[in-house]
């Protein structure tokens, strides 16, 4: 599949109620040797209750100015958090279904 | 960052963290002299089965970065049929950083054809084109 | 002398941006019509640039990226496209205006009509993209577009009232016999003729051109105190040389000839020899600027190789755009359009392309994956916010005011 299948899908929780949308996907290089960089692994989605669209780089916490610029993306994107592929149920037409017990992880990176 | 300003567990990451969209879609890709190849217009990952549970499946990998008909697409909607795609496979990625930067020379990359037609149809019989400016 | 050519870029910069033939005829009618009563806008616009063209330099000596690098990674492929088709045309438009502005100044300078002088001034742009060095092209265009320093010498020949002159400028009433609405009209387009985003695309793709790395910073900050102050300077000396000679006989100034009477009236022969050489001179090196545009702004939005550093066949889809950029000009001037003309329509693009292209240079300057320790200070973000809120509004009023004056008419 392609990345952009994932990004601006719908995420449900298990009792199909609508979470956000993905917003970003996460990768980790934290897979077997691939050439010469591990290889990238989808470690979960970034998912924003309100916007499919994008924050621009400051979800990172080191991205704080111009403040009224980081205030307005933030504020787009309040409530935005990561869901980790091992809490995904399964991939839809409808979109992505969170599993039962699945944990709201902190989005942010430094 | 939360709504109820609570503080959400923190996962723990055990190599570098690459935020697709964030990191690279929409970058430039160099190759290994540091000339620009193509912009990394869309990622291929690894297969994720729709509508089956994902319960055991290994976590997708990147696989390639994208070139050509995924860029017009992500502009006006659709989806790119997957034989007209030009991939650059992630084996050939030395480093992401504000470029993603090869392993390769440019012309060894499917995706430059049409710089290359350019250059040997239309550059190349010009007068002084290959020669550096004076 | 090689201090002068140190800032070449800077100045070459300016140029294209504050002294192409568009820019050159609307400064004289705004001074024959305005006095220097819109004088601020020239002095706002020319901090809006230079703050928003060191940012652009100061990304690029950090990171490597010119700025239409990182309009495509920040805001995407839509957004991204939208700004792209925007600025490409602006772009085209002004290129196709100054191979017709080189043929006008050439004309000047040989009464032969500007027709047969189109194709000999669009080889000659091409050939010196194609075939000369950066800096050797840089630096012959900025040192002879200096030229037109001879309009702030004839300011000074005129003897004029210079407490008139200082009231004009600080007090900008609105003329009698112009309504509030050609002034504001002529405001918006003053201000964005003077940020027009070619600028900071040439200027920081030259940045990569010219290999600055972050030890090259300052000379990046003198290029741009220098430059664009120069350039903005000019401007108001051929607004001030219009508002002396032209505005009291009432002459309506629509060509390039019009704009030398003042110059002729000071100096004489020698002074309007000067100010044709500098007439060639600005618009060869806006063709330049607007033409290596076209070809930066294409390539770093879908990641082809660019680039005069290196040997055309290295940059191939680059010279090429570049080449049916040029061929599209003289196209568009074989149908006898008047090449002043097509500047102002390009108002309307600007309307897109100035907050698509000076957003995202804010926000990479305050990234430090890009920046590390050399983001943007406390101030400078402050300013830039202050610019960003300008630059929409004057985004916003420019199609309204351009409907409703009839472009300034």
Redesign the interface.
């Known amino acids: 599949m392609i990345l952009s299948d994932l990004l601006g899908v719908p995420v449900t929780d298990p009792a199909g109620a609508p979470l956000g949308r993905v917003a970003d996907a996460r990768f980790v290089l934290d897979g077997p040797l691939d050439g010469q960089l591990a290889a990238a692994r989808l470690f979960g989605l970034l998912v924003s209750p309100h916007t499919g669209s994008s924050f621009l780089g400051y979800e990172r916490r080191t991205m704080r100015a111009p403040y009224p610029i980081a205030v307005v993306l933030r504020w787009r994107h309040r409530g935005i958090f990561l869901l980790r592929w091992e809490d995904v149920e399964r991939v839809d037409r409808d979109g992505v279904h969170a599993r039962p017990g699945w944990t709201r992880y902190d989005a942010t990176i430094d | 960052m939360t709504d109820e300003g609570e503080r959400l567990p923190r996962p723990e990451y055990r190599g570098r963290v690459l935020d697709a969209a964030l990191h690279l879609l929409d970058r430039q890709v160099q190759d290994v002299h540091g000339e620009p190849v193509q912009t990394a217009d869309d990622l291929e990952i690894g297969d994720v089965p729709v509508g089956e549970s994902l319960e055991g499946a290994e976590r997708p990998r990147i696989l390639a970065i994208l070139n050509g008909t995924a860029l017009s697409t992500r502009v006006v909607g659709g989806r790119p049929p997957s034989s007209t795609l030009e991939r650059i496979p992630w084996r050939h990625v030395a480093d992401v950083g504000t470029a993603i930067r090869l392993t390769i020379e440019a012309d060894d990359v499917d995706a430059t054809w049409r710089e290359r037609w350019v250059r040997d149809h239309i550059i190349r019989r010009i007068p002084g084109g290959r020669h550096d400016p004076e | 002398m090689k201090g002068l050519f140190a800032v070449a870029l800077g100045v070459l910069t300016a140029i294209g941006g504050f002294l192409d033939i568009g820019d050159l005829v609307t400064s004289s009618v705004v001074g024959s019509r305005f006095g220097l009563s819109l004088a601020w806008v020239v002095v706002v616009g020319v901090v809006g640039i230079c703050l928003f063209a060191q940012m652009s330099g100061r990304v690029a000596a950090a990171?490597?990226?010119a700025t239409f690098?990182i309009i495509?990674?920040?805001?995407?492929?839509?957004a991204?496209?939208a700004n792209l088709i925007a600025s490409f045309l602006i772009n085209l438009m002004t290129l196709t205006a100054e191979v017709g502005g080189i043929a006008l100044s050439l004309q000047l300078a040989s009464s032969v009509a500007p027709g047969a002088w189109i194709p000999v001034a669009a080889f000659g742009v091409w050939l010196v993209i194609?075939?000369?060095?950066?800096d050797l092209m840089e630096n012959v265009t900025g040192m002879l577009g200096l030229a037109l320093v001879v309009f702030a010498v004839a300011v000074f020949l005129l003897h004029p009232d210079w407490s008139s002159l200082a009231t004009q400028a600080l007090t900008s009433p609105v003329p009698a016999g112009e309504s509030a609405g050609t002034y504001w009209y002529y405001a918006v387009a003053l201000f964005g003729s003077a940020m027009t985003p070619y600028e900071v695309f040439f200027f920081s793709s030259g940045a990569v051109e010219e290999k600055w790395t972050l030890k090259d910073l300052a000379q990046s900050r003198l290029n741009v105190l220098v430059g664009f102050p120069l350039g903005g300077l000019l401007t108001l000396a051929l607004a001030a040389c219009a508002a002396l000679v032209l505005m009291p006989q009432n002459v309506e100034v629509t060509s390039l000839s019009q704009v030398l009477l003042p110059i002729a009236q000071a100096g004489g022969k020698l002074a309007v020899a000067f100010a044709i050489v500098g007439f060639v001179a600005a618009t060869f090196g806006a063709a330049l600027e607007t033409g290596l545009s076209t070809g930066y702004t294409l390539?770093?939005?879908?990641?082809?190789?660019?680039g005069?550093?290196?040997?055309?066949?290295?940059a191939?889809?680059f010279?090429?755009t570049i080449m049916i950029g040029l061929v599209i000009a003289m196209g568009v001037l074989a149908t006898g359009v008047d090449p002043v003309q097509v500047t102002e329509y390009s108002v309307v693009f600007s309307a897109i392309a100035l907050p698509l292209t000076y957003l995202p240079i804010?926000?990479?300057a305050?990234?430090?994956?890009?920046m590390g320790e050399h983001?943007?200070g406390?101030i400078t973000?402050?300013v830039?916010?202050v610019y960003l809120v300008i630059i929409l509004v004057a985004a916003i009023a420019a199609i309204p005011l351009m409907i409703a004056t009839g472009a300034g008419a």
Do not use: C
């Not at chain 3, 194609?130 to 950066?134: A, G, Q, T």
């Open positions: 990171s490597g990226r690098e495509r990674e920040r805001l995407g492929p839509r991204g496209a194609w075939r000369v060095k950066y390539a770093q939005f879908f990641g082809w190789s660019w005069k550093f290196r040997r055309p066949t290295r191939a889809r010279h090429l804010l926000i990479v305050n990234d430090p994956e890009y983001v943007n406390r973000n402050v830039g916010m």
